[in-house]
């Protein structure tokens, strides 16, 4: 029913990590990010995004002297009026929730027990802030006492447009919906395509387990912290911020906001706190905490107890100096063919999260999807075969969430938005069978192909159609593109 390990090759496993990552998957490849970061740049309407910031930008008169790039500071009001946040339980409600015991077995045991019991640690802290965080508090807590985790996937921007309906509230929908490191990734995204000469010198990601945030600087030492979509601060209103609710203490201030600061993610790679390990060369690290330190107004007790531990070093991240190049990058074609021209891994990995079908293997989508929450529950639920062609039979929309046929969507996503060309309702169907065969221990073989212009998928010997959902008699056409 399911493909022998052996024909599933390592890199596959790696690529469909990067077709969807979720909190588990970055947390522990921070390199993850840039790949998100890359995701965005491919897209078409993130250039047209960033175009309506370009004019905003052009047409501010700046003094030399003004706090924050008025780039930085546009990109930041465009992200906050653009999309909804979401709090955990609403992630759960669209995005469903992940099998905890499923995620740890992908996961060195004690590492990914040690992330859980970072999370539960943040739930327990939101327990006391009262209102909605008590609340959602209190929910995930439940959840995770039952082996379920909110399923936080990061997308690129084109998925997180096309979820834009989805928030459930009755406020004005918005352009899309966000979690902290899809807002993160989309200003760092935005940051690239839209600097002046000198607006930005250097940007990290300072992260935990259950949160990010961005940390930057000009040429001329401007700097500034993005703590998520609605909290952009300068120096001053930082300084600011900690003189008038916290009396001068900096530290109070940084961790009534951000107390379980663990990692730094810059192009070179990752500073982590808790084991020492760098990849980031000292000159680059020793500029990065000098900045900081400014900032801040004192070296965070975070970093202090991170610089103890630091013992060990690893080569820079691959990407490092593609990344360094990539600032006034002027066009998404540029980056296209900057990318097409590399063979690395990493570079293989942005187009997988872009979810382009113009790859080498379709096999990474497949592993991915295997991983989808609502596709496990619903096949789980289903009675027999016929129930699993109904759950896509009834899915009338035929168009592409990106609007274009050579990009898939994943089966959740398919299933949330309710709309899928012949090929994204192919790639639904062979998961929901798989796993309907795996829970009723049956070993009929799920097979897919498709064409230019039909996607087929075969169960019991029978291949469907996937425009009608019709049995096929004919021979499959001869012109097959892609086989799964």
């Not at 006391?128 to 995930?140: M, N, R, S």
């Not at 498709?450 to 087929?456: G, I, K, L, V």
Request: hydrophobic content about 40%.
């Amino acid at each position: 029913m399911t493909l022998p390990v052996q024909q599933i090759r390592q890199e596959d496993v790696a690529l469909s990590i990067a077709v969807a990552p979720n909190i588990f998957d970055v947390y522990f490849d921070t390199n993850l990010i840039g790949t998100l970061c890359l995701a965005n740049l491919l897209s078409s309407a993130l250039w047209a995004f960033s175009e309506k910031v370009q004019v905003q930008v052009d047409a501010i008169l700046t003094e030399p002297t003004s706090e924050i790039p008025a780039s930085i500071r546009l990109i930041q009001k465009y992200l906050n009026k653009s999309f909804t946040h979401l709090h955990p339980a609403e992630v759960a409600s669209v995005y469903g929730l992940v099998d905890l015991s499923l995620e740890r077995a992908r996961f060195d045991g004690p590492s990914f027990d040690e992330a859980v019991r970072g999370l539960e640690t943040c739930f327990l802290e939101f327990r006391k802030q009262g209102g909605v965080l008590e609340t959602a508090g209190d929910q995930v807590i439940s959840w995770m006492h039952d082996g379920k985790f909110p399923s936080y996937a990061y997308t690129n921007f084109d998925l997180i447009k096309a979820h834009k309906n989805l928030t459930g509230r009755s406020t004005k929908s918005p352009s899309g919906l966000t979690s902290c490191l899809d807002e993160v990734a989309l200003f760092i995204a935005l940051a690239i395509t839209i600097p002046r000469p000198g607006d930005v010198r250097a940007m990290m990601v300072m992260s935990s387990v259950s949160h990010y945030g961005a940390f930057g600087y000009a040429e001329d030492g401007r700097s500034w912290w993005f703590n998520g979509k609605n909290q952009l601060y300068s120096k001053r209103e930082w300084d600011c911020l900690v003189a008038e609710q916290y009396e001068g203490n900096h530290q109070a201030c940084f961790d009534q906001m951000f107390s379980n600061f663990s990692q730094m993610t810059t192009v070179s790679g990752l500073f982590d706190f808790s084991s020492g390990q760098s990849s980031i060369p000292d000159e680059y690290l020793d500029e990065y905490l000098q900045a900081m330190a400014s900032f801040f107004g004192i070296t965070l007790r975070q970093v202090v107890e991170g610089l103890k531990n630091k013992q060990t070093s690893r080569p820079e991240s691959d990407h490092a100096n593609f990344f360094r190049q990539l600032l006034g990058l002027g066009s998404r074609e540029h980056l296209l063919n900057q990318l097409q021209s590399t063979t690395a891994l990493w570079a293989e990995k942005a187009f997988y999260a872009y979810r382009s079908l113009q790859v080498e293997s379709l096999m990474p989508y497949l592993l991915n999807a295997r991983r989808n929450p609502l596709a496990r529950v619903a096949a789980r639920n289903a009675r027999g075969i016929d129930d699993i062609v109904a759950i896509v039979r009834s899915l009338s929309g035929t168009s592409s969430i990106f609007n274009e046929r050579e990009r898939i969507a994943m089966p959740d996503e398919t299933l949330r938005l309710k709309t899928g060309t012949d090929r994204d309702k192919a790639l639904l169907l062979h998961v929901l069978l798989e796993h309907y065969m795996q829970t009723n221990q049956l070993q009929h073989e799920v097979r897919s192909a498709y064409t230019h212009n039909e996607s087929f998928v075969m169960v019991a010997g029978t291949w469907l159609a996937m425009t009608n959902l019709q049995p096929w008699d004919a021979e499959l056409p001869t012109d097959i593109k892609y086989r799964l």
